[in-house]
């Protein structure tokens, strides 16, 4: 298979099932997330799988394309399966609303460059891809365990989680029906 071959694939035609892959970043004690501009939703760095890409291999595709710099894939952290319901949403026109099933493989990261933009307080980047006519500007902080119980974190179950980072790989179950 080429890259060509490697295409979003919507929601509808996978059963409602979808799949991401994203990164916990440490500085310190502290985590990076990551947030659309126009809205208060905080999540962990990452993105949709495509088809034919390996999930350690889409995470390190979205933290290129919207951080602007490469990453090393430390281990798997979580599995997390999210089931939620959704609302008509301006900022996600493509999805419609409904019950939705995340599956979310969650890795431990870290940049391969010891300097850069990661290092900020707070830095921005671009997600080009989220709709076909708009790009979405992206905002990165860092945030202490402690903070997470603050802001509007998603899965809700990242503000328990975050604080104690496993071991050895773990499921996660979140139902927020």
Same mark, same amino acid.
């Given at each position: ?66 951080? /602007?710099? &490469? ?11 999210? =089931?939620?319901? !959704?609302?008509?949403? +301006? $900022? ?32 921005? /980047?671009? &997600? ?11 905002? =990165?902080?860092? !945030?202490?365990?402690? +903070? $997470? ?29």
């Amino acid at each position: 298979m080429t890259q060509d071959h490697m295409v979003n694939v919507p929601y509808d035609s996978i059963f409602g099932i979808y799949i991401r892959s994203e990164g916990v970043m440490q500085n310190g004690t502290r985590i990076l997330l990551s947030r659309v501009d126009e809205d208060d939703i905080w999540v962990l760095p990452g993105g949709s799988v495509k088809l034919y890409e390996t999930t350690e291999e889409s995470l390190e595709r979205e933290i290129l394309e919207e951080m /602007g710099f &490469e990453i090393e894939v430390e281990r798997l952290l979580w599995i997390v399966e999210n =089931f939620f319901d !959704f609302e008509a949403s +301006e $900022l996600a026109p493509q999805f419609p609303p409904g019950k939705y099933h995340d599956i979310h493989f969650t890795y431990l990261i870290k940049p391969k460059e010891k300097d850069g933009d990661w290092r900020k307080e707070e830095f921005y /980047g671009i &997600e080009d891809d989220w709709t076909p006519d708009r790009s979405l500007k992206l905002v =990165f902080r860092w !945030f202490s365990p402690d +903070e $997470l119980d603050t802001i509007n974190l998603v899965p809700a179950c990242m503000k328990r989680i975050l604080k104690k980072i496993p071991d050895y790989p773990t499921v996660v179950v979140n139902r927020e029906e």
